[in-house]
């Protein structure tokens, strides 16, 4: 794995966060990263992969043929490169630092929220944390789409949090996706959302091996699927919202004098937020850097904030859930918190600004 400069999120231009204003609000002239058939389309289906980096794909385009033929490239996800995170800046269009959705646990008014979970503790947190509270900004810039997405998390204070106000059509299995996005060209919809979860689920669980391989056999057929019930003028996107690292079991215990300065952690494995004990952060940032510093990047969040990590401008509330030090994974390792646990180990992991994890699909095609 590449672990040499890392890579920053292209916020201005060919990033995550610029999608759905393309789609949506198209300008002339066209921004060159937007694939050809996406710009020229009466009708568009942004399909997001959990999980699927464009470095992955890149590697296995044997075993994706239909993703592989389809026109586009590489693009930037965002910071860090997590899911909650990622998701709310496709859907809204605004940067971690604008829309305060800024990692996968987060530091909330002293307590640690789990976003995709909406919990604390291991119980909702929709009462005690409203989802508004943490999202208000209205998704797609406010033109209420179709949204295509597991039934399941219909309810769900993360869906709540950035999907608010859309229109919402369920799927138990992948299957009946399809008859979701057909029905709804066929009702003449000019942009449906839809999203898939599965390449992330199986490289979390079983890595990047023939697991990995096998899933995204499945989804280039799922693609193929939907592209064949594309009416004329209609496009299909598909982009992503971060890749991932096999990391095994190269799990790194912080080491006794980073965690004597630390009072809590947020975020994840791979991109971990340390809050300083009061009067600590410097002695904090001293030891990481020190006893990590090969390992990942170590940084001082005014250090993150201003070279622009999390978007150009950090609003007071983005601010307030960041840590004092961030670390952050170059090797593929992640950082263990105890209280970060769910129900296996994780294998494939996110979160960090390498390639493999930061490099996503943008790609279009045509029935």
């Not at 920053?8 to 002339?28: F, I, M, S």
């Not at 919402?168 to 996706?177: A, C, N």
Request: glycine residues 10%.
């Amino acid at each position: 794995m590449d672990d040499g400069e890392p890579v920053l999120p292209a916020y201005g231009g060919a990033c995550v966060t610029n999608v759905v204003r393309a789609l949506l609000e198209p300008t002339d002239p066209v921004p060159a990263w937007l694939p050809e058939p996406a710009a020229e389309a009466e009708q568009v289906v942004l399909l997001v992969l959990d999980g699927l980096g464009w470095e992955q794909l890149q590697q296995r385009r044997d075993v994706a043929p239909t993703l592989a033929s389809l026109a586009g490239g590489p693009i930037t996800t965002v910071v860090p490169s997590t899911t909650s995170t990622a998701l709310t800046s496709i859907a809204t269009g605004l940067t971690p630092g604008e829309h305060g959705v800024v990692g996968y646990r987060m530091a909330v008014d002293g307590d640690i929220l789990n976003v995709l979970r909406w919990s604390v503790d291991g119980r909702d947190a929709r009462e005690t944390i409203p989802p508004e509270k943490i999202q208000s900004q209205l998704p797609f810039l406010g033109h209420r789409p179709a949204v295509v997405t597991k039934a399941d998390f219909k309810s769900s204070g993360f869906t709540e949090a950035h999907l608010e106000s859309v229109r919402f059509s369920g799927y138990r299995v992948p299957s009946t996706m399809i008859v979701e996005v057909r029905r709804l060209l066929a009702e003449n919809e000019p942009f449906v959302y839809a999203y898939y979860d599965g390449v992330d689920k199986v490289a979390h669980e079983y890595g990047l091996g023939d697991h990995y391989d096998e899933e995204l056999r499945f989804v280039d057929r799922l693609v193929a699927d939907l592209l064949g019930v594309l009416p004329a003028g209609a496009a299909l996107v598909i982009t992503s919202d971060h890749g991932q690292v096999d990391v095994g079991e190269s799990v790194v215990r912080l080491d006794p004098e980073v965690l004597a300065n630390t009072a809590l952690q947020s975020g994840e494995g791979r991109f971990r937020w340390l809050h300083a004990r009061p009067g600590r952060a410097a002695e904090l940032l001293a030891a990481a850097q020190e006893r990590h510093g090969e390992e990942a990047w170590v940084l001082p969040v005014e250090q993150l904030i201003q070279e622009g990590w999390l978007g150009p401008r950090v609003l007071e509330p983005a601010r307030s859930r960041l840590g004092d030090v961030a670390i952050v994974a170059r090797k593929p390792v992640a950082f263990f918190d105890p209280d970060d646990t769910g129900p296996y180990v994780l294998i494939g992991r996110h979160g960090s600004v390498t390639r493999a994890e930061m490099l996503v699909p943008l790609l279009a095609g045509q029935g």
